[in-house]
Every structure is written in structure tokens, then in C-alpha cells.
């Protein structure tokens, strides 16, 4: 059982270009999340997943998108990539009130 | 606004000491969780609460959900350098859907 596994790592962007954070769990959970973590502010939700086909904004969603076409992936899109937007991001899931986190990606934008 | 607030925001203690973290809001939660942070690292597990009142003993760590299930609170007996760490609770409303961060206690236990 590998968990929640998140790619990449580290990742530098500049400012306007896109990507795509990768997140992946094999433990068959139906929920999912997204998360960014910023100095001293806890996580953040950004989307959620109860399941394949649905997802619904966090309290911060503005300039990302997710998709979630199978149980297994849950993949996090920033289009536009802005200063503001450098954070550590943490995806999660799980199958009630316990959430199971990955090892999370260090994004930087400048 | 932040729903769940945690006090204090930075603690540092010798080691064997006492001490209490804690985790308040004015919602009512249908649970609250309490995980371990370790810097590099995802956040880590330690217990659910889901009953107003319970309290819930992991060896040296005890948690109570309040009454009112509107706050929790964390407590570390006799710390050890092994309990160094950034320790976050969250609450979910409505079970499995969203959940609410705190904003986090770091603690370091000086040998």
C-alpha cells in the first residue's frame, strides 16, 4: 500500500505558465482534497471529491481546477500561475472523518 | 475569517515538562481530529473525537472535545524531543465533506 502519493515534489513555475499536480491514493477512498499549506495559516481547502465525477470548491478555489475521472486520481490544474499561488500543496483522502495525506509539493512561483 | 482557532501559536518547553494546546471556535463540529506535522511531511493522524465530552488517551497525549463540541484541547505529559513537531486540528460539519484546519501549534521540546 503506497497511500496518497503526490508528484512532483518540487516544482518552480514563472508567472503565467501552467501545470498539473499529480495525486494518486490506492486505499479505494471515495473522498479526496486539496489543500495548501502557507507559513503560520494551516491548510487551506482548495476542491473536493466525494467521489469519481464530483467535485466542489474549498475556501479558496480561485485559480485552480480538478477533475476526478477515476477513484484513484485527483489531479490539481493551475492555469494562469501567479506570486500568489507559491505554497506547499498537500492532497488528502479519505473514507469518513480521517484524512490520509501525502508527502505534498513545494510550488514555487516567480 | 479562520474557523478553528489554536493558542498558543508557538511553544517551546524543556523536556518532561506539561503542557496543553488548544483548539476553539464558536461552530459546533461533528467531529475534530488532531494531527502531527513534521516538517518536509504531510500531516499525520493522531485521534478523532466525536462525542461531546470524550476525552481520548494516546500514551502520554490526552484529547477532549468539549461539551458543546465547539473546541478541543491537546495534552502532552513529561514531553520528549520526539514530540517536537507542528500539531493542527480540524473539523469537519458535515462528515466527509469539507474540513476546517486550525492554525497550527508548533511545538519543540528542548532536551
Known amino acids: 500500500n503506497a497511500g496518497v502519493t503526490q508528484t512532483p515534489k518540487f516544482r518552480i513555475l514563472k508567472i503565467g505558465q501552467s501545470m498539473t499536480l499529480q495525486c494518486a491514493q490506492d486505499?479505494?477512498?471515495?473522498?479526496m482534497y486539496w489543500y495548501r499549506q502557507d507559513p503560520g495559516m494551516g491548510l487551506k481547502l482548495i476542491y473536493y471529491?466525494?467521489?469519481?465525477?464530483?467535485?466542489d470548491k474549498g475556501e479558496v478555489p480561485n485559480g485552480y481546477n480538478v477533475s476526478r475521472s477515476t477513484t484513484e486520481d485527483f489531479p490539481l490544474r493551475l492555469e494562469l500561475a501567479a506570486p500568489s499561488q507559491t505554497s506547499v500543496y498537500f492532497c488528502?483522502?479519505?473514507?469518513?472523518?480521517?484524512?490520509?495525506f501525502g508527502p505534498g509539493t513545494r510550488l514555487t512561483v516567480t | 475569517t479562520q474557523l478553528l482557532e489554536q493558542s498558543p501559536q508557538f511553544l517551546s518547553i524543556q523536556e518532561g515538562e506539561n503542557l496543553t494546546v488548544y483548539c476553539n471556535s464558536s461552530?459546533?463540529?461533528?467531529?475534530l481530529q488532531w494531527y502531527r506535522q513534521e516538517p518536509g511531511e504531510g500531516p499525520v493522524l493522531l485521534v478523532t473525537?466525536?462525542?461531546?465530552?470524550e476525552v481520548k488517551k494516546l500514551k502520554r497525549l490526552t484529547f477532549q472535545f468539549g461539551d458543546a463540541r465547539k473546541d478541543s484541547s491537546l495534552h502532552i505529559t513529561a514531553a520528549q524531543p520526539g514530540d517536537t513537531g507542528l500539531y493542527l486540528c480540524?473539523?469537519?460539519?458535515?462528515?466527509?465533506?469539507?474540513?476546517?484546519f486550525g492554525t497550527g501549534t508548533s511545538l519543540t521540546v528542548i532536551p
Open positions: 488528502a483522502s479519505s473514507y469518513s472523518s480521517e484524512q490520509y
Open positions: 461552530s459546533v463540529f461533528s467531529s
Open positions: 471529491s466525494v467521489g469519481a465525477g464530483i467535485t
Open positions: 473525537v466525536v462525542t461531546g465530552g
Open positions: 486505499m479505494n477512498h471515495n473522498y
Open positions: 480540524a473539523g469537519d460539519r458535515d462528515t466527509g465533506n469539507q474540513f476546517y
